[in-house]
């Protein structure tokens, strides 16, 4: 990490991003340094509906000096879409839920326990919704802060390891790599953080990318 990722990480404050994520968002131009190539961006056909999910940027304040974290999760491998990848906490919208947001806290407290804590959770902002097709989902990712360390309760279900990193590690290009690897029968060039021990790519790369942009802007 250089000096400048260094007095970005020390900078970020809940109001500095919220204050980024009001501001014009650098969009799928962002995000797409971190799409496999190639990749479909928008649904096949423009009155194509695809399912609709809200997922959650979870940031809280983890060790001694307080750094802003950030929550992944590692799926199980027992699920149907998207098995042993690397993901916000989130899934698809319920009847009941009134906007995409309630739909990510709601599937981020049955997934991870975070529950107890949510009268501290302040919403700081959204990105930019993205399409997944091979699940074709559209994604609504909204940001939250809690001003202390959850008390995780993950659903083994669902979630087989929570991946707890600093926002300053995506802020560092020294994690990004990049493999060719056959996908669907087909060689594609997969951007990923290395993150833990794992290739965080995809989607939630594609998220990640967004956010560091938008919050490295304001610098």
């Known amino acids: 990490m250089n000096d400048t990722d260094l007095r970005r990480a020390g900078s970020l404050t809940p109001d ?3 204050f980024a994520l009001h501001k014009p968002l650098p969009g799928l131009q962002a995000m797409v340094r971190m799409a496999p190539i190639p990749r479909p961006l928008e649904p096949p056909t423009p009155d194509h509906q695809p399912r609709e999910g809200g997922v959650l940027v979870l940031l809280y304040p983890c060790g001694p000096a307080g750094e802003l974290h950030l929550v992944l999760t590692r799926r199980s491998d027992t699920l149907g879409n998207h098995r042993g990848q690397i993901s916000f906490p989130g899934g698809s919208v319920d009847p009941g839920d009134e906007s995409t947001s309630q739909t990510a806290l709601r599937e981020a407290c049955e997934e991870i326990g975070v529950c107890d804590g949510a009268a501290d959770l302040q919403l700081l902002g959204d990105l930019t919704p993205l ?14 802060y809690l001003p202390h360390r959850p008390h995780f309760v993950p659903q083994p279900d669902e979630v087989a390891e929570l991946l707890e990193v600093p926002v300053s ?13 056959i996908i669907r029968d087909e060689p594609r060039q997969v951007p990923f953080y290395n993150v833990c021990g794992h290739k965080v790519w995809g989607a939630t790369a594609m998220v990640l990318a967004e956010f560091a942009a938008a919050i490295s802007a304001i610098h």
Do not use: G
């Not at 399409?131 to 939250?144: E, G």
């Not at 590690?169 to 690897?181: G, K, M, Q, T, V």
């Open 169 to 181: 590690w995506f802020l560092d290009d020294s994690n990004i790599a990049a493999e060719e690897w």
């Open 131 to 144: 399409y997944i097709p091979p699940s074709d989902f559209r994604i609504y990712p909204h940001v939250a």
């Open 16 to 18: 500095t991003i919220k």
